[in-house]
């Protein structure tokens, strides 16, 4: 079946640096989303992601979809406390399939 | 207001006792799923469901039953809970398929003794 692998698992960063998580896909993907969870809360949707080698920016918040359409990346720039919680990309591959995989998550900490 | 609920959100109970976690979603979706979310797995996906009448296995679907009778409601049932089924769970609902952005709810804390 189909794998989302994401990395890193844990990233600590001094307040004010940069963050990037990265989102591997086993199979193409129809399309990628990126869901944040804060600690003791639920997901929530941040960005969905459909044609090949797209960038979309969300203020501080960049996320990329790879040309093969199989990667996909959030990077943070000048992290704050409020960016803490846990970030998820979360795949589709479409063709007849009703299944959303998702990766299992980098846990980001801010040291202020 | 939009949204997902979920009952119970905390739930402690003993091995082999049925029981069922509720989810209700006021926004019309077709699509519903349930995930459950343990340290360091991230979330899988239990069961889907694309429309009423309509479910399917997701990729940890073993010891859970679910049901859609309407459109709003999506239950979680779990015949004889085991310690394994101890996680946290996470109804989620959609406009459309995978592909619309997911709504979740709250969560529910289950712990099996």
């Known amino acids: 079946g189909q794998q989302v692998m994401q990395i890193p698992q844990y990233q600590h960063v001094q307040e004010g640096e940069d963050f990037t998580t990265y989102c591997n896909s086993s199979t193409t993907l129809s399309n990628i989303q990126w869901y944040k969870q804060r600690p003791g809360g639920h997901p929530v949707f941040l960005i969905q992601l459909v044609k090949s080698g797209e960038v979309k920016k969300q203020k501080r918040l960049t996320f990329q979809f790879g040309e093969a359409k199989k990667n996909s990346s959030l990077h943070i720039t000048a992290t704050q406390t409020t960016d803490v919680g846990t970030y998820f990309c979360?795949?589709?591959?479409?063709?007849?399939?009703?299944?959303?995989?998702f990766g299992k998550g980098t846990k980001l900490s801010v040291i202020p | 207001e939009a949204q997902v609920t979920q009952n119970p959100r905390y739930l402690i109970t003993v091995t082999g006792k049925k029981l069922t976690v509720t989810c209700s979603q006021n926004m019309n979706h077709e699509y519903m799923s349930w995930y459950r979310q343990d340290p360091g797995l991230g979330l899988r996906q239990i069961y889907y469901?694309?429309?009423?009448?309509?479910?399917d296995k997701g990729d940890v679907p073993e010891g859970y039953k679910v049901s859609r009778k309407e459109k709003r409601n999506f239950p979680l049932i779990l015949e004889s809970p085991s310690p394994n089924q101890t996680s946290l769970y996470f109804c989620?609902?959609?406009?459309?398929?995978?592909?619309?952005?997911?709504?979740f709810g709250p969560g529910t804390r289950l712990t099996v003794t």
């Open positions: 989620a609902s959609s406009l459309g398929t995978a592909s619309y952005e997911q709504y």
């Open positions: 469901s694309m429309n009423v009448e309509v479910t």
């Open positions: 979360a795949g589709h591959s479409g063709a007849g399939s009703y299944q959303l995989t």
